[in-house]
């Protein structure tokens, strides 16, 4: 009885730490880590930037393509996508979707938006970019890299499949970054055994060089 009980504790103790370890499961506990309510006004074009996030990295992506769109000269909110109302979509002449990867899937916030309101989102341009540490070794915009190319495949292609209607503009994968000391335990324990190294792996002119071809697109 005793040897069914520790079984039993074990499988619930497994059970607490994978679903801790899900993308998402208690995520934006740190009100710092959110980037949003931020808007400028310059031409008549406007555009929505919105994002996921677990610990900032991300956040930190989409506020520096919010600069450079508003530098750019058109109208543009950022919203953090649990922040924004999608009944404004249609109010948008572009939308530019970002999240990271975590555990090898999109965050729920942005796959709850496309699930939703996909075919919404279907009737304005829009690009998508996810942030992950599997091109962190990337310092050109080489979008031939096999890293980037598996990155393309294995994250981003998956997602967008499933909604045929929608046709981005433009898709990105950028370095995002972690530190092991924000993750939960499991997450912690699957990062180290992959071997994956901690930091912040942005590259602030691949983020720029994407931002000025969107700007570019959108026109």
Known sequence: MKKQFSALCLMLALGVML???SP???YREKPDDLVSDNSCTHGVKKILVTYDTEHGNTALVAKQIF???CAA???VDLIFVEYFDPAEILNYD????????YIGKWLPGINKLL????????????????????VRDLTTDNESAPKYQESLTAFM??????????VPVSKKVLAGGFQF??????????????????????????IDAWAEDLADTFK
Do not use: W
């Open 19 to 21: 679903i801790a370890a």
């Open 24 to 26: 998402g499961y208690c």
């Open 67 to 69: 600069d450079d769109l």
């Open 73 to 75: 000269d058109y109208s």
């Open 94 to 101: 572009g939308i530019v979707v970002g999240s990271p990867i």
């Open 115 to 134: 699930k939703r309101h996909h075919a919404t989102i279907a009737q304005i341009p829009s690009a998508f970019f996810i942030t992950c540490t599997n």
């Open 157 to 166: 292609n998956p997602v967008l499949e499933k909604y045929p209607d929608i």
């Open 181 to 206: 000391s924000e993750l939960y335990p499991f997450q912690r324990f699957l990062m180290k055994l992959a071997k994956y190294p901690e930091g912040d792996f942005r590259k602030s002119d691949l």
